[in-house]
C-alpha cells in the first residue's frame, strides 16, 4: 500500500500563497487518484481539489481559481498551489490517494492565515 508524507504549511498572511507536497512511496503511484482535503476546527473534513491518475481535476467551489492542483508520476508527488490564501482557508491539509475504493492518508500539514 502508499505512504503519504505532507509539508509545506504554514502562517501566511492573507493575500499570501503557499505550496504544499505529498510524495507517497511503497507502490505505483499512477495506479492511483491524488486529492487534498483539509479539515477546520470543528468541522467536517471537506474535499479541496482532486486530479484522477488520467490527469482530470476537480476542485471545491470555495477555492477555484485560486488553488491548483498537479502531479509529478515521475517524482511520485502531488502539489497544491495556493494563491489569494484567505482566513477561511485555516485548516490542516491532508493528502489522499484513493485505488478501488480504498483511501490513504497523510499524516496532514497546518495551514494558517492572518487576516
Known amino acids: 500500500q502508499v505512504q503519504l508524507v505532507d509539508s509545506g504549511g504554514g502562517l501566511v498572511q492573507a493575500g499570501g500563497s503557499l505550496r504544499l507536497s505529498c510524495v507517497a512511496s511503497?507502490?505505483?503511484?499512477?495506479?492511483?487518484?491524488m486529492g487534498w482535503y483539509r479539515q477546520a476546527p470543528g468541522k467536517q473534513r471537506e474535499l479541496v481539489a482532486t486530479?484522477?491518475?488520467?490527469?482530470?481535476?476537480v476542485y471545491a467551489d470555495s477555492v477555484k481559481g485560486r488553488f491548483t492542483i498537479s502531479r509529478d508520476n515521475a517524482k511520485k508527488t502531488v502539489y497544491l498551489q495556493m494563491n489569494s490564501i484567505q482566513p477561511e482557508d485555516t485548516a490542516v491539509y491532508y493528502c489522499?490517494?484513493?485505488?478501488?475504493?480504498?483511501?490513504?492518508w497523510g499524516q496532514g500539514t497546518q495551514v494558517t492565515v492572518s487576516s
Open positions: 486530479i484522477t491518475r488520467g490527469s482530470y481535476i
Open positions: 511503497g507502490s505505483i503511484f499512477t495506479l492511483y487518484d
Open positions: 489522499n490517494a484513493r485505488l478501488a475504493r480504498m483511501d490513504y
